[in-house]
């Protein structure tokens, strides 16, 4: 297949949706946990996610253009502030996916998919039970995109893991809790280690045949 932008535009509109949200690979899967002013609490798959920066730790996910009537995620961390990234791994893939139906407002897709949330250490956004990686997250700006999106960057508040999928250098294994990726809207991948390189340095660069 080889296509230009004009042909890529004539394509079939949910053949060309599924091919465009392919192409970018392998993506996180993260369930965002929020919980209104009133304690309603929301949960909703995004595939977005992004490391900003370490120091200080922050991340950033985009939220699609918010509509007349928007949904729970991006009003509820404007109203409160905060917000939950939860890793998503194999045993609950499915309950994780069917979070991104859009529900009658005011109804939790907790309840509805059968997700236990937790509540951790006095934060306000509710945690995914059974996510092996919990982060809190304080949200700092959003940044409108031209395409209507919003790019929501946050600040790192709080992280739970396992001890034992974290190695000496302070790297995280996903295989070891079986964690998973979206290639385009709906299809799920394990994730398998490959291999392990050193930090890359001129004087360092191995001869390449």
């Known amino acids: 297949m080889h296509l230009h932008k004009e042909e890529i535009e004539r394509l079939e509109r949910t053949y060309k949706l599924n091919l465009i949200n392919s192409i970018s690979g392998i ?33 950033a996910f985009i939220m699609r253009p918010q509509s007349e009537i928007p ?29 991104s ?54 600040s790192v508040e709080m992280l739970v893991l396992p001890d034992h999928s974290i190695n000496d250098m302070g790297q995280v294994n996903l295989q070891g809790y079986s964690g998973v990726g979206i290639s385009g809207l709906n299809t799920y991948y394990g994730l398998n280690k490959l291999d392990s390189f050193p930090y890359v340095r001129e004087d360092e660069i191995p001869d390449f045949k």
């Open 101 to 154: 139906a859009k529900l009658e407002r005011g109804e939790s897709e907790f309840d509805r998919m059968k997700l236990e949330k937790e509540f951790i250490g006095g934060f306000h956004a509710p945690f995914v039970k059974d996510s092996p990686v919990k982060i809190g997250m304080k949200h700092m700006e959003s940044i409108p995109l031209p395409n209507g999106c919003i790019f929501v960057i946050g």
């Open 27 to 59: 993506k996180p899967a993260n369930l965002i946990g929020t919980r209104s002013s009133s304690k309603m609490d929301n949960v909703a798959i995004f595939s977005s996610v992004v490391h900003l920066g370490s120091s200080p730790a922050q991340l």
């Open 71 to 99: 949904r729970d995620t991006y009003p509820n961390i404007l109203e409160t502030g905060f917000y939950t990234i939860n890793h998503v791994s194999e045993s609950f893939i499915e309950k994780a996916h069917y979070t």
